[in-house]
Nanobody, 124 residues
Framework: QVQLVESGGGSVQSGGSLRLSCAASGYTGSRLCMGWFRQAPGKEREVVAAIDSGGSTSYADSVKGRFTISRVKNTLYLQMNSLKFEDTAMYYC????????????????????WGQGTQVTVSS
């Protein structure tokens, strides 16, 4: 079992920055693909970024150049810069155990563990 706990959400004006964190516990394996998804009201959950245990990263086109995913061991971060109103959503930390991030990293079904979410609100 993997437990994920997010923190760092909040409210910010357009153009501002926020940093999300996610602490993973209960996992002792060597490979853990971790990622961030987000879901806005009335919309489907969408991938933001993913990172494997070796530090290789993947991003959704909508956040490339603005967001940076990183990790220290099994603590995950998401640095969000140049935030836009459309970035407003609940952000979820996610993980897939015993695997590197494969070609399905962008799909919600790929991940078996989810955090409770942290709200990010960007005002225009």
């Amino acid at each position: 079992q993997v437990q994920l706990v997010e923190s760092g959400g909040g409210s910010v004006q357009s153009g501002g920055s926020l940093r999300l964190s996610c602490a993973a516990s209960g996992y002792t394996g060597s490979r853990l693909c971790m990622g961030w998804f987000r879901q806005a009201p009335g919309k489907e959950r969408e991938v933001v970024a993913a990172i494997d245990s070796g530090g290789s990263t993947s991003y959704a086109d909508s956040v490339k150049g603005r967001f940076t995913i990183s990790r220290v061991k099994n603590t995950l971060y998401l640095q969000m810069n140049s935030l836009k109103f459309e970035d407003t959503a609940m952000y979820y930390c996610t993980a897939r155990a015993y695997d590197s991030c494969s070609g399905s990293w962008h799909s919600a079904w790929y991940y078996g563990y989810w955090g409770q979410g942290t709200q990010v609100t960007v005002s225009s």
